[in-house]
């Protein structure tokens, strides 16, 4: 082995505490994460993963089998609500990864600093903070990875093959990666060519390349789940994995488009550079200030032995690999900051490397610098993010998301059917019921799922009295019905409400259906059929969201930013209802009235309302009646206040302003 390659002997520390320092970094991190950890379910997918985990379904491609036999392990724990025992899991796995991390660097560098510099990095970056704390598939992941890199440190200290367990054992936990992550061959593939290439020069023969193919096959073993799964009648439970050729199609993602991140239609004006810049943009945010130094003087020393093919090649060609390929094909568009979230969480892989660079440059530093100068640096460096950054990674006690789908369900009139669209939607509602058995009697039916052939069957079985009128739902399509097929076939069955609307392009159900804004949902309404709108107004009160967000975040960006945003624009479309009910009837006056009531509460409440809740109570207050001072003063402040926020785009500014200078005549 050449000289500046890994080293051939563990730190020299006394073994006592040798053994304590990565006790220390496992307890630290993960009481960091247990401090901040949601006590429920989460936005995303989470609601899925654990109501699929914890009834036994297949999560949607490419099915993460290895996520689902160990959550399995914690799902029954008898400790918090069951989204808190999946939320436990992926502290458990970014803890352990950054224990893994520590005993790789330290071990590689013969730097104890350099160990905790790259854990404590790790463990306190938003990026991995974020989905350490959840129900995620993405702790899990960067534990791999670090067992990876751990296991590469380990086999590169010896001879080929005198090594070759822990080559067997890497071919393994590769395997095991591929069935909860594919985006683990970015971390696998620079291995195993340096690997061979190593192995090469010093030796090895194909055959001995050839055990590995067992232990990789048998950590795939995780996929037979899926079969098994897939055959069960859970009902979150994604595909048809009990037959080959659904298997492969949920394996290689063929429903997202093999090979890309969301499906076709999705990522308008995305490009693959603004992705690769976001990237860069967010890994400042990750290391922070002190990080970024502590990262290029790293990846200089990696860069320094790249001519002699070293293990710092592949830090170096990891992430590179790994970021051009979630920009080729992460095709959704950064430049909307829900979008840009989504996509982020597949930066942690690459990130991990960066993180090592980190430990490395502190190796760098502590041959030229004071032992206390070293410390301080990597105290610093670990200490700062972790205060910056706890306070907006705190959610010991956000339960905005539940509260999101126990209201959608609260408001729901008895045995109604809900077609929900979205994730927030979708997978709260079914964790709520399959996990906690709230409302029973709702029928909840993914709309988006309905759109392969596949969910039609599964429904049947689950809810036989929902008459579906078509093999799936795909407007235009030989096989497909449209919403108003769909509508026309349940309406007179039961209550019908739409969660999420339907598909932008289908506008079928419009001109024979009305959608009446009913809680965080629309009430699906036959337009033959007369509506009692002061009924309705009524009701519709009772159904508002009721949703306490004192003393929780709720950032722009975020699903909890979401729910914030769902809450104030409801009670808004109420009002925009009753604005076109009113229409220039002058027997439907007082509607204009109650709508301009509703908006004026909503700014009186929400000063930092939208835009359109301005535009739209100015209209009302002027519908309502311009007669008096008053009356005309208020009309020209929620004017006025609207221009403050207006986009410059807007053509009817001209109007507006020339609006206000009629308020404000004589």
Known sequence: ????????????????????????????????????????????????????????????????PLYSLVGSLFVHLPLGSVAWRLNLLSAVCDSAAATVLYLAVARWTRSPWA????????????????????????????????????????????????????????????GLG??????????????????????????LRPGDFGLLVVPFAVGLLPYLWLPLAGAGASPISWGATGSWSGFWAHVLRREYGTFQLAPAGVAAGTTTGATAMAWARDLMEQVGFLGLPLGAIGAFACARSVSRRSFGMVLLVAPVLAVGVIALLGNLPTSDLLHRAIVARFWQEPDIFVFVWCGLGVA?????????????????????????????????????VRSYGSEILRAAPPGALLFTKGDLITNTLRYLQAAEGQRPDVRVVDTELLGFSWARPRLVAEHPEVIVPGARYAPGAPDGFTAKQLFDANIARSPVLLCGGVKPFDTSADASYGRWPWG????????????????W??????????????????????????????????????????LAVAGADPTRQPFITVAATILQGIVNENPASAPHVYKNLAIALGRAGLDTPEQRTRAATAWRKYLDVAPKDDPQLPAIEKELRRLAGP
């Not at 598939?137 to 080929?160: K, S």
Request: charged share 15%; net charge neutral; aromatic share 8%.
């Open 1 to 64: 082995m050449r000289r500046g390659d890994v080293g051939t002997s563990p730190p020299k520390l006394p073994r006592s505490l040798a053994a304590a320092v990565p006790f220390a970094v496992a307890l630290g991190t993960l009481i960091i994460y247990l401090k901040t950890l949601y006590p429920d379910v989460a936005g995303g997918d989470s609601g899925e993963l654990v109501g699929a985990v914890f009834t036994h379904g297949v999560i949607h491609p490419p099915g993460y």
């Open 115 to 174: 160990g905790v510099a790259t854990a404590g990095l790790f463990a306190t970056a938003p990026g991995i903070w974020r989905y350490a704390i959840c129900a995620e598939v993405f702790a899990l992941n960067n534990l791999v990875n670090a067992l990876l890199v751990f296991l590469a440190v380990r086999w590169a200290e010896q001879a080929p093959r005198a090594g070759r367990r822990y080559a067997l054992i890497g071919a393994f936990v590769f």
């Open 178 to 203: 591929l069935s909860n992550h594919h985006t683990i061959v970015f971390t696998a593939l620079p291995l195993v060519a340096w690997a061979a290439w190593r192995g090469h020069r010093e030796g």
């Open 364 to 400: 760098e530093l502590e041959k030229r610098l004071p032992r206390a100068a070293t410390a301080a640096v990597v105290a610093a460096s670990v200490l700062l993010p972790l205060g910056l950054h706890e306070g907006e990674m705190d959610m010991h006690a956000s339960t905005l």
């Open 520 to 535: 965080l949902c629309e009430l699906v309404h036959p337009g033959s059929e007369a509506m009692n709108v002061a009924e």
């Open 537 to 578: 107004i009524s009701s519709s009160e009772v159904a508002l969201p009721r949703i306490d967000f004192a003393r929780q975040a709720h950032p722009e960006g975020s699903w909890e930013g979401v729910v914030w945003g769902d809450y104030w624009e409801v009670r808004q479309a109420r009002a925009v209802q009753l």
